[in-house]
């Protein structure tokens, strides 16, 4: 959307973060900003002392001011002290009579933080109210509304700490109706998820109509690195799926694979999957932090259940027979299915091969080993199944971070949960066909047609949670 130039001319939104201390708004505007290292965040009351700046950007453009602002402590005891103020003053409005206490700050050392907050608030365009919805609904917090809605901003109440808490966010709504304030958001603040500050944004425009443009703009363009970082982490997974699937390695003994090999297919997955566990979390920013807020089964960096482990086919629902419970063979299978074809196609071919040269190229390794009657070890069916479902898993809690409660990945109650997350898409073992068919793709990161053609068919998969296409 293209910015007119009155627009243009206008200065930043400014709104400030107020609330009751602890309500979560630095971690607010932690997760606006995506930068974990604004302000400081703590179990501790009183934890932001200043007023802090910080602002979101279109491209160059500053279009979004926010203020941290320091916690309400008492607001029972400033109320009171502003109706007496008021009483002796007679101010003509509620604005002025802040203007008056604000100008006699010092006369009141006990409100130093809540005169910041003040200071802050009738400066701004709009107050984003934070409230912790598990606090039980007390004289305070109306206090707290009373006072910041003499500064005649709009007031939007943003619903903090929702996950698993619907009966007291019902409450709360009721509670706030009341004061006028109907308009409310829902947000875990240590969410990441687009649609939430989309509505956000989207209550803005309908508070602030006189700057609805520049916020569409700003909705747009996060739109836009929203779905980049989707596309990035989906096509990340899809990575990992290559060069697990088109994993082989070549049994030199006569009497099948030894120990070592299969040691060394299993590490060669767990440090793939470690990879992009790496990655997936680098794109979206998550910290140690969010990963214990989001509970995932992730320790040091590391996935808590060994990939190999039989507890995880359980708890993704595979059906399978107890030979992939095998213990320490676990996740190896011999391609007797040369490149996707079965053994007698690939000999045929083999017998040809002068006649498709491009064919025999491909697999002129594989074919090469079948002529000398070797095999090939590679990744089994369940075990690139498994990465699949964990990697489709792991990126729905990544993209909607702040949802812990329903986010968790189980990992003790076996098929019952979640059905349809177990849920392979139809046209699975044809998408593993294709990769296993592509040995080569492993080494090379490919642009081909039918790479490029996978890749969008899987990742559209990934990112719409859809079991079929
Ligand atoms: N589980 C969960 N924890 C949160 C959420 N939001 C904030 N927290 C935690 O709540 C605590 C307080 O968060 P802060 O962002 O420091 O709260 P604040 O309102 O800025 O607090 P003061 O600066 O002290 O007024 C921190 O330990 C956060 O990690 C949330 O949505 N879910
Ligand atoms: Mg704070």
Not at 3 to 29: E, F, Q
Not at 250 to 269: C, L, R, W
Not at 351 to 358: D, E, F, K, Q
Request: contains cysteine.
């Amino acid at each position: 959307m293209t910015r007119t130039s009155s627009n243009d001319a206008k200065p930043p939104i400014n709104i400030a973060v107020v609330g009751h201390t602890n309500a979560g708004k630095t971690s607010l505007i932690r997760t606006l900003l995506r930068d974990d290292q604004f302000g400081e965040v703590d179990d501790a009351a009183g934890t932001t002392r200043y007023v802090e700046k910080s602002s979101i950007y279109v491209d160059e453009e500053e279009v979004l001011d926010l203020f941290d602002t320091p916690g309400f402590e008492d607001s029972s005891a400033l109320l009171q002290t502003l109706e007496n103020l008021s009483q002796k003053k007679k101010p003509a409005t509620p604005v002025e009579l802040l203007h008056m206490f604000i100008a006699q700050a010092d006369d009141y050392p006990d409100f130093a933080q809540e005169t910041k907050v003040l200071r802050q608030a009738v400066n701004s365009d709009v107050l984003l109210y934070m409230i912790d919805v598990r606090e039980p609904l007390l004289g305070k917090y109306r206090d707290e509304v009373e006072i910041l809605s003499k500064a005649g901003k709009p007031i939007l109440p943003v619903f903090n700490f929702i996950a698993g808490h619907a009966d007291a966010l019902a409450k709360w709504r009721e509670q706030m109706a009341q004061f006028n304030l109907h308009a409310a958001l829902e947000f875990d603040t240590v969410a990441f998820d687009f649609e939430a500050e989309k509505r956000l944004y989207q209550k803005l425009q309908s508070l602030l109509e006189h700057r609805y443009e520049e916020l569409q703009t700003l909705i747009d363009y996060r739109q836009k690195i929203w779905h980049n970082l989707n596309q990035a982490a989906a096509r990340r997974i899809f990575q990992l799926l290559v060069e697990v699937a088109c994993y082989r390695r070549e049994i030199e003994s006569k009497n099948g694979y030894s120990q070592a090999d299969i040691t060394s297919m299993q590490n060669f997955v767990r440090n793939a999957e470690q990879q992009a566990l790496q990655d997936l979390l680098t794109i979206f920013a998550f910290t140690r932090l969010d990963i214990d807020l989001q509970q995932l089964p992730v320790k040091d960096g590391q996935w808590e259940l060994d990939i190999f482990s039989p507890l995880m086919l359980k708890t993704f629902g595979l059906d399978v027979g107890a030979s992939a419970l095998s213990g320490a063979a676990a996740g190896a299978g011999i391609d007797l299915l040369v490149g996707g074809m079965s053994l007698g196609a690939a000999t045929l071919l083999g017998a040809t091969l002068g006649a498709g040269w491009a064919t025999a190229r491909k697999y002129q390794q594989e074919l090469t080993a079948l002529l000398r009657g070797h095999k090939w070890l590679c990744v089994d069916d369940n075990t690139v199944a498994l990465l699949y479902l964990r990697q489709r898993k792991l990126l729905h809690v990544l993209t909607r971070r702040g949802h812990a409660a329903q986010g968790k990945l189980h990992y003790t109650g076996a098929a019952t949960t979640e059905r349809a997350e177990h849920k392979l898409p139809k046209q699975w073992s044809k998408a593993v066909k294709v990769l296993r068919q592509n040995p080569h793709w492993q080494s090379s990161s490919s642009t081909g047609d039918e790479y490029l053609k996978l890749q969008t068919r899987i990742t559209g998969w990934l990112l719409h949670s859809e079991t079929d296409d």
